[in-house]
């Protein structure tokens, strides 16, 4: 048995899909499937249950899971004390990032850690939430960039900004800021699809926005956009109006687009955080690493520096 089967091993049984599982450890589908095999004979029970394009983990399979994580975990950790025994700014961090922070933060926070911490390349994942959450759990991840408020995984939390929300309208449009949430209500909301933890904090934060549901009372009409870039394109071509968070505003005017306040005091918002494991060794890392955001010119958000 060796740590490579192991992390085979959880990648299977969190991909649920062999061929899949074989992409996301950068080796062929043969090569997994061999290892697999093997481990179940070493150890003589059946961890998962293959059916057609189908695959399962079997009630032994998930305690085999469980622990096969512990030991990968504790194994990354033996080799994080030894880099942080020499330098613990030395080698690559794994950052995840959700997808409506990331392409509005990444560029200048990659570029604000090269400038501060060469020796620390970041390699970055951007995905879901829970995606991310899983990772972290895994330790496929050392740390993660998410919003507030995401499910407890008993993971170490630094808060780096709050986040306001805007609305965006077309140019056009008659609806003048600053604006409740009362007044969205007869609009046609374009919201992010499903999955996307942006629009379950509109919908918590904002409560008028929890009717914005196709077939629900108080909206005409809804679509789910699977980007806020998309969002934004769509609202610049008439088709509806849509909530930004303040980091996905263009700084130069818009010709299609307009971009107002809530009237709310305070304005809704999101609380983006850093998370981490609390296993995790190189604390130095994630200070450098907060740090770095902080050194970002983020326009409009409320840093915290607590």
């Known amino acids: 048995m060796t740590l490579t089967e192991l992390r085979y091993l959880v990648a299977v049984a969190r991909e ?6 074989a992409e996301a450890c950068h080796v062929s589908q043969p090569t997994l499937s061999v290892a697999i095999k093997k481990l179940e004979e070493e150890l003589d029970v059946k961890i998962f ?7 399962s983990v079997t009630p032994l399979g998930q305690e ?23 330098d613990p700014l030395a080698g690559p961090l794994r950052l995840g990032v959700i997808y409506t922070i990331g392409p509005y933060l990444l560029p200048q ?4 850690v090269i400038e501060r911490t060469p020796q620390m390349p970041l390699l970055l994942q951007e995905n879901f939430t829970v995606k991310l959450l899983e990772m972290l759990r895994t330790g496929e991840l050392d740390c993660a960039i998410l919003a507030e408020p995401f499910p407890d995984a008993g993971l170490a939390i630094a808060p780096l900004y ?14 003048q800021g600053p604006i409740s949430a009362e007044a969205l209500k007869q609009e046609t909301m374009l919201l992010l699809g499903n999955g996307h933890c942006f629009r379950d904090h509109v919908l918590e934060v904002c409560p008028e926005f929890a009717r914005f549901a196709s077939g629900a009372e108080g909206i005409q009409k809804s679509f789910e ?4 870039e998309t969002i934004k394109h769509m609202v610049a071509s008439g088709m509806g109006i849509t909530v930004l968070p303040q980091l996905s505003v263009p700084r130069d005017p818009q010709p299609h687009l307009r971009f107002l306040d809530f009237a709310d005091t305070p304005p809704p918002s999101r609380r983006v955080v850093l998370a981490w494991r609390r296993s995790f060794t190189r604390y130095e890392a994630i200070a450098a690493l907060r740090n770095a955001v902080m050194a970002c010119e983020l326009p409009g958000v409320q840093r915290i520096h607590a």
């Open 16 to 21: 649920l899909h062999f061929g899949r599982a």
């Open 49 to 55: 249950e293959r059916g057609g394009n189908e695959v």
């Open 64 to 86: 085999l899971v469980r622990q096969a994580q512990v030991v990968i975990e504790q194994a990354n950790a033996i080799k994080e004390i030894a880099k942080r025994g020499r």
């Open 109 to 112: 926070l990659v570029r604000q």
């Open 162 to 175: 709050d986040e306001p929300f805007r609305v965006a309208v077309p140019t056009q449009h008659p609806l």
């Open 225 to 228: 956009g699977s980007s806020l």
